[in-house]
């Protein structure tokens, strides 16, 4: 089945710093998603890509979606302590002629103030 | 107000029972879902249906059968639970159309403890 490798898996950053996070799959799609979640909750789409290469900013997010349709990265700046939580990619496929959403394995964000 | 309602929030139980897990949903949205989330995070699709009808099924065991009364509903019933099956189950809607499918409002969660 299809697979998405998120990398890192975990990380620590200083409130106010850049982050960065990406997310690789053995299956191309045809739209990438971020997800974020918060302890206790469900996810919520942070923001969505539609084409090969394009580059979409949410506030301080940025995502892009790769040229080959394999992989996406998320960019965080200056970072602040609610952007904690952990942060999902996830892809879009036809399945059976009706759309499935499959997400990556997640990267845990802790910020430290 | 809440978009995706499920009950309830935790659920402690012994192996070999049967339970259900409800799900509600007031955006008028087509599609609902069920996912599973393990003690790892790794957040896994189980069940679609489109207007009441199941349109994928991901190799669950058949122990758990989902049930859409009406599209606004989907509930999850679990027979002869396993250890395995604790985990965090979420039911999710989204509208219907390609481009907005991926929308997925996510409901928060019902934590599942097997003993």
């Known amino acids: 089945g299809q697979q998405l490798n998120q990398s890192p898996q975990s990380m620590f950053i200083q409130e106010g710093e850049d982050v960065s996070m990406n997310c690789t799959s053995s299956s191309i799609f045809n739209t990438w998603l971020w997800y974020k979640q918060d302890p206790g909750e469900g996810p919520v789409l942070l923001i969505a890509?539609?084409?090969?290469?394009e580059l979409t900013s949410n506030g301080r997010l940025t995502a892009q979606f790769g040229i080959t349709r394999k992989d996406s990265f998320l960019n965080i700046s200056a970072s602040i302590p609610s952007d904690v939580g952990i942060y999902f990619c996830?892809?879009?496929?036809?399945?059976?002629?009706?759309?499935?959403?499959?997400f990556g394995t997640g990267t845990k964000l802790q910020v430290i103030p | 107000d809440t978009a995706v309602s499920q009950t309830p929030k935790y659920l402690v139980t012994q192996m070999g029972n049967d339970k259900s897990i409800k799900c509600e949903q007031n955006?008028?949205?087509?599609?609902m879902y069920w996912y599973k989330q393990d003690s790892k995070k790794f957040l896994k699709i189980m069940f679609s249906?489109?207007?009441?009808?199941?349109?994928i099924n991901e190799t669950v065991p058949n122990r758990f059968s989902p049930k859409s009364p009406d599209k606004a509903h989907l509930n999850l019933h679990i027979n002869s639970l396993e250890l395995g099956d604790s985990a965090v189950y979420f039911c999710?809607?989204?509208?219907?159309?390609?481009?907005?499918?991926?929308?997925?409002?996510f409901g928060s969660g019902t934590q599942l403890s097997v003993l």
């Open positions: 996830a892809g879009r496929s036809n399945s059976g002629g009706y759309q499935k959403v499959t």
């Open positions: 890509l539609y084409k090969a290469g």
């Open positions: 249906y489109n207007n009441k009808e199941l349109i």
């Open positions: 999710a809607s989204s509208p219907v159309g390609l481009t907005a499918s991926e929308k997925l409002f």
């Open positions: 955006l008028g949205h087509d599609t």
